[in-house]
């Protein structure tokens, strides 16, 4: 019983962490200068860290990841960061 309602605790901070990334970034594109707010958003190891939860996560934390990506494409983030 214990473990399931962890589980159930831990798919809620995940989507609720996932819910406050994808405000951040739909604020980033009414921003002057999105690509400085979403530097740290758009790094390498984050950016994989979203790949995973995209394959292991619920179908709601999904659809939130791919808003996600969908703001990071409008940004239009430039591959030299990720060198």
Do not use: C, W
């Not at 190891?45 to 990071?72: C, V």
């Amino acid at each position: 019983m214990m473990k399931v309602y962890r589980t159930e605790v831990e798919k809620n901070q995940i989507s609720d962490y996932l819910n406050m990334i994808l405000i951040f970034t739909s604020a980033a594109l009414k921003a002057p200068y999105p690509l400085e707010m979403l530097q740290n958003v758009a790094n390498p190891a984050h950016i994989q860290s979203l790949f995973k939860l995209l394959i292991e996560a619920s179908p709601r934390a999904k659809l939130t990841i791919l808003g996600i990506f969908d703001n990071l494409v409008r940004v239009k983030v430039p591959t030299s960061i990720y060198d």
